[in-house]
Each structure stands twice: as structure tokens, then as C-alpha cells.
């Protein structure tokens, strides 16, 4: 079966501090990923995508993501975490089987930054 | 340009009582979607439209119905509703089905079914 998992429901960071959130995919044919974020009481907003190429992503809020073939990984990452990147991050596949685009999401995992 | 919006943002229905969501965009998409997020489990698609008059049945389809008259209208609709049918609701949409293209989400409906 084709699925997503974020292993970590909760990820705590010290301001400052670089954060990862972890995402691992099982799905036929080349993957297409993406990392959403989710702040309180709002839709999800799209942060990066992998389609091909270089296997570090950067995306938006200097959010950067490394996919990992062999290891069928997608990590979410950031240098230096702020308070404000407090949120609920959702990891999506899209199969290269698909012809529907639809997505295939894990189940979130809290980011939560301390000053 | 307000990109996919939703209508109502919030809703309490008594078990049995019927209502329809609404969901716009203004991007001119192709495709639209409909998923619940639901605590623990992600979003879980329910329906999904590849264009105008189209509709097919995603991963969790029971108890609700679609339609896509217009392009940039995707309805989604409860005729009976249980109480597990508690959730948030968010609705997508994507230029087309490319692999590479990038879905596109609504503000969320809360509905709450007592």
C-alpha cells in the first residue's frame, strides 16, 4: 500500500536551534513530495516541493527538505527556528503512478519553538 | 485574486439534517478536491473533480456527494448527517493533474454533528 508517515507527532525546538521534521514514503514509481504548514485555524499553505534534480529543496520561510532515495526520506529542515514556525507541518506524496493528482498525506507532526 | 475560499467557515448540524459546502477559486483549476482532516489521521480525500461535470470518488467517499457544475465551483454535500462526519473540511484545487503541480487549499469548514 502507498502511504506517508511522520514518525514524530511533536518535535520540540529551542529558538535558534535547526529543526528537522521527518517524513518517509512507500509508493510506486518515482515520487513527487511536497511539505505543507498549517497554522491555527487556517488551511494548509504550501511550502516546497521535490519533482527531480538536486535533492535539496528549498522552499518558502527558509525551509529547505532533502530527498533521499534510498532511504525514502524527505526531511523538512531549518537552520535557525523561530517561535513563528510553530505549527502543524503535513508531508504529501504524490505517486508517479498517479494520473488524478491526488496526494497521499502523513499525519502531521506539532512543531512547537521556544524562546 | 482571493484563491480557493469556503463557505461556511463553521457549522453545527443535529444528526439527519442535510447541508451542502461551498468551495470557489478564482485561479481557473482544472482540478478540485475535497478532503476531512480529522486529529492523528491527516487529510483524507473524500471526492475529487477533474473538470467541469466531473466528479469520481476519493479514498473516503461514504455518506457524501459532489458537484462541479462550474469550474470554479466544487460542492460537497451531507443529505444525512452522523456524528462521524465531525471534522474539518478543506477544500483544493491544481492547475491540472500534472505530477508537478501544486494543490492549493481553502481556509477549512468546521463542522460539528451532534
Known amino acids: 500500500a502507498q502511504s506517508v508517515a511522520q514518525p514524530e507527532d511533536q518535535v520540540n525546538v529551542a529558538e535558534g536551534n535547526p529543526l528537522t521534521v521527518k517524513c518517509t514514503y512507500s509508493v510506486s514509481g518515482n515520487p513527487y513530495l511536497f511539505w505543507y504548514v498549517q497554522y491555527p485555524n487556517r488551511g494548509l499553505q504550501f511550502l516546497l516541493k521535490y519533482i527531480t534534480g538536486d535533492n535539496l529543496v528549498k522552499g518558502s520561510y527558509g525551509f529547505e527538505a532533502e530527498f533521499n532515495k534510498s532511504q525514502t526520506s524527505f526531511h523538512l529542515k531549518k537552520p535557525s527556528a523561530l517561535v513563528s514556525d510553530s505549527a502543524l507541518y503535513f508531508c504529501?506524496?504524490?505517486?508517479?503512478?498517479?494520473?488524478?493528482?491526488?496526494?497521499?498525506f502523513g499525519q502531521g507532526t506539532t512543531l512547537q519553538v521556544k524562546p | 485574486n482571493a484563491g480557493v475560499t469556503q463557505t461556511p467557515k463553521f457549522r453545527v448540524l443535529k444528526t439527519g439534517q442535510s447541508m451542502t459546502l461551498l468551495c470557489a477559486q478564482d485561479m481557473n483549476h482544472e482540478y478540485m478536491y475535497w478532503y476531512r482532516q480529522d486529529p492523528g489521521m491527516g487529510l483524507r480525500l473524500i471526492h475529487y473533480s477533474v473538470g467541469e461535470g466531473t466528479t469520481a470518488k476519493g479514498e473516503v467517499p461514504d455518506g457524501y456527494n459532489v458537484s462541479r457544475l462550474k469550474k470554479q465551483n466544487f460542492l460537497l454535500g451531507l443529505e444525512s448527517a452522523a456524528p462521524s462526519q465531525t471534522s474539518v473540511y478543506f477544500c483544493?484545487?491544481?492547475?491540472?493533474?500534472?505530477?508537478?503541480?501544486?494543490?492549493?487549499f481553502g481556509p477549512g469548514t468546521r463542522l460539528t454533528v451532534l
Open positions: 483544493a484545487s491544481s492547475y491540472g493533474a500534472f505530477l508537478t503541480d501544486t494543490q492549493y
Open positions: 504529501a506524496v504524490r505517486p508517479g503512478s498517479s494520473n488524478t493528482g491526488k496526494l497521499i
